[in-house]
């Protein structure tokens, strides 16, 4: 079965710091790979996917992850964060052909920026 | 272009009642998940519709149930509800799977 361990429960940064948050699946499969973001009290917003061809993807918000298929890991990174980027991300992976068509969601990381 | 939308919002329950929970999709799109967010358990996939039919079902117990009706909303329902249902649910739809996943704002239950 696929598994998603996002590495930090929290993180802690200042605003205009670089950020990066941490994902790595289980699976002998090919997978896609998605990170969404979840504002308090509000459903989840697509940040970007990873389907195949270019490693780098880039997404909404000035995000962007890199897929790495030997260290089967897909990090979130941006340059600089702002005030409104405080959230709770989700790293999410999708067995291609599986005919399951479910995210298997890892325990999310609570990104919170300080003045 | 009008989102996932899920209705109700905010739903009260006592313990023991039904639960009915109802989601549209984005038009065009076929299918509907369910997914449930509950306090220190995180996201677990419930349901699966597909064209009417249930394609794929989590590790709920049966009293959790659904359907999707030919307009390609759908319905979750919870029997018999239990404390531990407390949650918010989350509805997504999809035109296909490589095209990802939308999530409506979800109805969060509450059974007291």
């Known amino acids: 079965a696929q598994s998603v361990t996002q590495l930090d429960s929290q993180v802690p940064v200042f605003e205009e710091a670089p950020v990066e948050l941490r994902c790595n699946y289980s699976?002998?499969?090919?997978?896609?790979l998605f990170w969404y973001v979840q504002y308090p009290n509000q459903g989840l917003q697509l940040l970007l996917k990873y389907l195949s061809g270019s490693t780098l993807v880039k997404g909404i918000n000035g995000f962007e992850a890199e897929f790495n298929k030997s260290q089967t890991s897909f990090h979130l990174r941006k340059p600089s964060v702002h005030i409104s980027d405080t959230a709770e991300y989700f790293c999410?992976?999708?067995?291609?052909?599986?005919?399951?068509?479910?995210?298997?969601f890892g325990q999310g990381t609570r990104l919170t920026i300080n003045p | 272009e009008a989102g996932v939308t899920q209705s109700p919002t905010h739903l009260i329950k006592t313990r023991g009642q039904q639960a009915t929970l109802r989601c549209s999709p984005i038009?065009?799109?076929?299918?509907v998940y369910w997914y449930q967010q509950a306090l220190g358990l995180g996201l677990q996939f419930l349901l699966w519709?597909?064209?009417?039919?249930?394609?794929n079902r989590g590790n709920f117990p049966p009293r959790f149930s659904g359907r999707q009706f030919p307009n390609y909303s759908s319905e979750l329902n919870v029997n018999a509800l239990e404390l531990e249902d407390s949650a918010l649910y989350l509805c997504a739809s999809s035109l296909a799977e490589v095209y990802g996943y939308t999530f409506g704002s979800g109805t969060r239950l509450t059974v007291v």
């Open positions: 999410a992976v999708s067995v291609i052909g599986s005919g399951a068509q479910k995210l298997v």
């Open positions: 699976s002998s499969v090919s997978v896609y």
């Open positions: 038009s065009g799109h076929t299918s």
């Open positions: 519709y597909d064209e009417g039919e249930e394609r």
